[in-house]
């Protein structure tokens, strides 16, 4: 069955990693169609007469409609617009972010094996509601700060932002992280890291559900750690975890530490899933500080890429990619600098192919 998968290449080093990765894909005859939205600045330039919204026109927008999923470069800006739609108008709630160990990799840990675990991010709500205003603006809800004792407006000029924590956008991505862990044949465990002690409120909520959600998974095991106190045992001990569940700020920066474990983000792939939906990016951004210099690493991008063959059926083709993978870290001969190799994008890829 034919599949049609949009591709938005995204900006500076970006489309230097996704362009050899679909070629790769595309070589593999699994009978897949591409279809390329324009947007960002190919879409300003082809419309410049059009007002704002010109970085992701209507036409754009039918694209992604029409095709199974989408694969999604890195935006730097010009393509958030994109991003946007992918996320909170497709919304795809779940975002899955893989950290396991490829023997090869140059991991900073002296033990790195056995580093198998997924972080979920919450995709939509927390922080990034992106709602933010002058502080002076609360002056009429007369909001008093918990620990600070004061009416939040009198505290001086300055800005809020909302963190907004529902029990639906909790139940779903903790169901969903937990229906991770009950496929998964990892060690069948849930962890939740909040910041509770302090948010009681927004990240309570978060935890409450949490606990709520484990009693209908008696065959998973749940744990819960304060944000900060994971952070710690994620680095000290990264082989005790399975899934992790966790509000989107902290699923942020968490994910990118986590691509640093295993050394560089050039390993960190991801994929953002709803109910109806979904969409695979790398979790790295452009790299514009290499942009042009055909070095990036492609790995987070081809584990995105196999993410998203799962998602369309394609399973065999996924673990094949992913076999050949292991081979080109395990053999080293063939791996970019962020990995202390010396080869070049187009080099690694072809090593990729040769293995495939
Ligand atoms: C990521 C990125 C994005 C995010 C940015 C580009 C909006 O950092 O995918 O992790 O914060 O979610
Ligand atoms: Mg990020």
């Known amino acids: 069955m034919s599949k049609t998968i949009a591709v938005i290449e995204g900006d500076d080093a970006a489309p230097e990693a996704v362009r050899p990765v679909v070629g790769l894909l595309d070589s593999l005859q699994l009978g897949l169609t591409w279809v390329y939205p324009e947007v960002g600045e190919a879409a300003e330039a082809a419309r410049p007469s059009d007002a704002a919204g010109s ?8 694209v992604i409609d029409a095709a199974d999923t989408t694969l999604f470069g890195s935006t730097s800006g010009k393509s958030g617009a994109a991003l946007g739609y992918l996320r909170w108008g497709k919304e795809t709630f779940a975002n899955v972010r893989p950290c396991r160990y490829l023997p090869g990799c140059a991991s900073p840990l002296r033990h790195p094996e056995g580093i198998d675990f997924v972080i979920v991010r919450e995709n939509l709500e927390d922080l990034y509601v992106g709602a933010e205003g002058p502080l002076a603006d609360l002056a009429a809800l007369n909001l008093v700060g918990r620990t600070i004792r004061k009416p939040v407006h009198e505290l001086g000029d300055g800005r809020y932002a909302i963190k907004a924590i529902t029990r639906e956008g909790t139940e779903r991505v903790v169901s ?34 949490a606990r709520e959600i484990a009693a209908d998974y008696p065959d998973i095991e749940f744990e819960s750690f304060i944000v900060d106190d994971f952070a710690c045992r994620m680095i000290r001990e990264p082989e005790r975890f399975d899934v992790v569940v966790m509000p ?58 196999t993410m998203m063959l799962d998602y369309l059926g394609l399973e065999t083709a996924a673990a094949r990619i992913e076999d050949a993978l292991a081979r080109v870290y395990a053999d080293g001969s063939a791996l970019t600098p962020d990995q202390g190799g010396t080869a070049t994008t187009t080099e690694f890829c072809a090593a990729l192919a040769q293995a495939l």
Do not use: W
Not at 55 to 60: E, L, Q, R, V
Not at 185 to 207: I, Q, S
């Open 176 to 209: 969903f992280a937990f229906d991770l862990a009950a496929k998964r044949d990892g060690k069948r465990k849930l962890t939740c890291a909040t910041k509770h002690n302090m948010l009681r409120g927004t990240d309570g909520l978060f935890l409450n559900v």
């Open 55 to 62: 970085t992701f026109p209507d036409s754009a927008r039918a």
């Open 248 to 305: 989107n700020q902290y699923g942020d920066i968490l994910s990118d530490a986590a691509g640093g474990l295993l050394g560089s983000l050039g390993l960190a792939a991801s994929g953002c899933f709803g109910s109806d939906y979904a969409y695979f990016e790398p979790a790295h951004g452009t790299a514009p500080d290499i942009a042009g210099s055909n070095i990036i690493n492609p790995t987070a991008t081809i584990l995105s890429a």
